[in-house]
C-alpha cells in the first residue's frame, strides 16, 4: 500500500480519428446538390422515395441509381429537444432533432429544427429548410426551422 | 471542411468527418512519480515482489502477478541494449522526424521490460545487441514527460550478448 499519496498529474488527452469519408456514387450527387441549396432523394423500383438516399435498396437489396430532388419543405414525424447542448452538436442554443418527412419522400431523416423553444415544436408540424450563406456541400449547409 | 473540393463546380466526392474525443487522463499514483523523477532526469522501474522482475516505467501493479508494487522504486541507467529496431520508411503525422528513421526496441540496463524509442545514428550501423544512450533535452526544459529524452545514440561499448536480451525478442 502506498502511504504516501500525492496528487496523480493529469494532463488534457485528444484522440482523433481524421477520417475521410469517399461518398460514392449515390452519395456524391447529394453532397453536391446541397451545395447548389437542393435536396435529392432515391426512388425505388416501387416508386417509393427515400430521403437521404441509399444506395441499395433496404428490402430488395438492389442497387439504386434514380436520384429525383424533393422539396426542402416538410412534416416533422417525431422530435426530441435537447435543452442543454453539448459542445460538438450543431447548434449552441436549446434546438430539436426531429425526423423530418420532405414533401416527395416517402421516409423521415434526422436533422436539426432550429426552433427557439421547445414550445413551438409539435408533430405534424411543417419545417423547411433555413440555408447558410455560404454551402459547402455537408450536411451543415442547412437546418430546419418551423415553415 | 469538404476538401479536395475547392472548384465549385467539381463533384463532392470525399468528406472529411473526423472524431475528436477529448479526455482529461489522470496519471495515477504510481505513473505520476515516475513522471515526477523523469522531470529530475531519473528513469523510475518497480520491481515485482513475486518474480523480482523490474518494470518501467514503473506502474501500480504487476500484470503478471497482478500485485500492487507498493513503494519501492529502482532507478535504472539510461543507457540499454537495442534488442530488435525497424526501419521507418513511411512518414506519421505526430513523428517529425526526417526519413528514413530508426525505432528501436531497447532494454535499459536494470530493466525487464522494453521501451520503444528513437536510435539517431546511420542505417547501416543499427544491429541488435548495440549498446546505447539516451540523449536528453537541455535539463531547463525537462517537464514531467517521457519527451525530455529526445532519442537515443549508440555508444562506444562491446555489444551485449544474445543471451542478455534473447528473452525480449
Ligand atoms: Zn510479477
Same mark, same amino acid.
Given at each position: 500500500?502506498?502511504?504516501?499519496?500525492?496528487?496523480?498529474?493529469?494532463?488534457?488527452?485528444?484522440?482523433?480519428?481524421?477520417?475521410?469519408?469517399?461518398?460514392?456514387?449515390?452519395?456524391?450527387?447529394?453532397?453536391?446538390?446541397?451545395?447548389?441549396?437542393?435536396?435529392?432523394?432515391?426512388?425505388?423500383?416501387?416508386?417509393?422515395?427515400?430521403?437521404?438516399?441509399?444506395?441499395?435498396?433496404?428490402?430488395?437489396?438492389?442497387?439504386?441509381?434514380?436520384l429525383v430532388e424533393?422539396?426542402?419543405?416538410?412534416?416533422?414525424?417525431?422530435?426530441?429537444?435537447?435543452?442543454?447542448?453539448?459542445?460538438?452538436?450543431?447548434?449552441?442554443?436549446?434546438?430539436?432533432?426531429?425526423?423530418v418527412k420532405l414533401?416527395?419522400?416517402?421516409?423521415?431523416?434526422?436533422?436539426?429544427?432550429?426552433?427557439?423553444?421547445?414550445?413551438?415544436?409539435?408533430?405534424?408540424?411543417?419545417?423547411?429548410?433555413?440555408?447558410?450563406?455560404?454551402?459547402?456541400?455537408?450536411?451543415?449547409?442547412?437546418?430546419?426551422?418551423?415553415? | 471542411?469538404?476538401?479536395?473540393?475547392?472548384?465549385?463546380?467539381?463533384?463532392?466526392?470525399?468528406?472529411?468527418?473526423?472524431?475528436?474525443?477529448?479526455?482529461?487522463?489522470?496519471?495515477?499514483?504510481?505513473?505520476?512519480?515516475? =513522471?515526477?523523477? !523523469?522531470?529530475?532526469?531519473? *528513469? %523510475?522501474?518497480?520491481?515485482?515482489?513475486?518474480?523480482?522482475? +523490474?518494470?518501467?516505467?514503473?506502474?501500480?501493479?504487476?500484470?503478471?502477478?497482478?500485485?500492487?508494487?507498493?513503494?519501492?522504486?529502482?532507478?535504472?541507467?539510461?543507457?540499454?541494449?537495442?534488442?530488435?529496431?525497424?526501419?521507418?520508411?513511411?512518414?506519421?503525422?505526430?513523428?517529425?522526424?526526417? =526519413?528514413?528513421? !530508426?525505432?528501436?526496441?531497447? *532494454? %535499459?540496463?536494470?530493466?525487464?521490460?522494453?521501451?520503444?524509442? +528513437?536510435?539517431?545514428?546511420?542505417?547501416?550501423?543499427?544491429?541488435?545487441?548495440?549498446?546505447?544512450?539516451?540523449?536528453?533535452?537541455?535539463?531547463?526544459?525537462?517537464?514531467?514527460?517521457?519527451?525530455?529524452?529526445?532519442?537515443?545514440?549508440?555508444?562506444?561499448?562491446?555489444?551485449a550478448s544474445y543471451?542478455?536480451?534473447?528473452?525480449?525478442?
Amino acid at each position: 500500500m502506498s502511504p504516501t499519496l500525492e496528487k496523480a498529474l493529469t494532463a488534457p488527452h485528444k484522440l482523433e480519428y481524421t477520417y475521410k469519408r469517399s461518398l460514392g456514387p449515390v452519395l456524391s450527387p447529394f453532397f453536391t446538390a446541397l451545395r447548389d441549396r437542393r435536396i435529392l432523394g432515391v426512388k425505388r423500383r416501387d416508386g417509393r422515395v427515400m430521403v437521404p438516399p441509399k444506395e441499395y435498396d433496404p428490402d430488395t437489396s438492389e442497387s439504386l441509381d434514380e436520384l429525383v430532388e424533393v422539396s426542402d419543405e416538410g412534416v416533422v414525424t417525431s422530435w426530441s429537444w435537447v435543452a442543454t447542448p453539448r459542445r460538438q452538436q450543431p447548434l449552441d442554443r436549446p434546438f430539436a432533432y426531429a425526423l423530418v418527412k420532405l414533401d416527395g419522400a416517402d421516409t423521415a431523416f434526422l436533422h436539426v429544427v432550429d426552433a427557439g423553444d421547445e414550445g413551438n415544436m409539435e408533430t405534424g408540424m411543417r419545417v423547411k429548410a433555413r440555408w447558410a450563406d455560404e454551402t459547402t456541400g455537408m450536411i451543415t449547409d442547412f437546418v430546419f426551422v418551423p415553415a | 471542411m469538404s476538401d479536395a473540393n475547392e472548384a465549385a463546380n467539381e463533384p463532392i466526392a470525399v468528406i472529411r468527418t473526423p472524431i475528436s474525443l477529448d479526455y482529461h487522463y489522470s496519471a495515477g499514483q504510481s505513473a505520476s512519480r515516475f =513522471l515526477r523523477a !523523469i522531470a529530475q532526469g531519473k *528513469l %523510475l522501474g518497480q520491481k515485482c515482489p513475486v518474480d523480482g522482475r +523490474v518494470y518501467f516505467p514503473s506502474r501500480g501493479a504487476c500484470p503478471q502477478h497482478g500485485v500492487t508494487f507498493g513503494d519501492e522504486v529502482v532507478e535504472l541507467s539510461d543507457k540499454g541494449t537495442v534488442v530488435t529496431f525497424s526501419i521507418v520508411r513511411v512518414p506519421s503525422e505526430n513523428i517529425p522526424l526526417e =526519413l528514413p528513421y !530508426i525505432t528501436i526496441n531497447v *532494454l %535499459l540496463d536494470g530493466a525487464d521490460t522494453i521501451l520503444i524509442h +528513437v536510435l539517431d545514428a546511420k542505417l547501416e550501423d543499427v544491429r541488435m545487441g548495440m549498446r546505447v544512450q539516451a540523449v536528453w533535452k537541455p535539463k531547463e526544459e525537462w517537464t514531467t514527460s517521457t519527451a525530455n529524452i529526445l532519442y537515443f545514440r549508440p555508444i562506444d561499448e562491446p555489444d551485449a550478448s544474445y543471451d542478455s536480451y534473447k528473452e525480449h525478442i
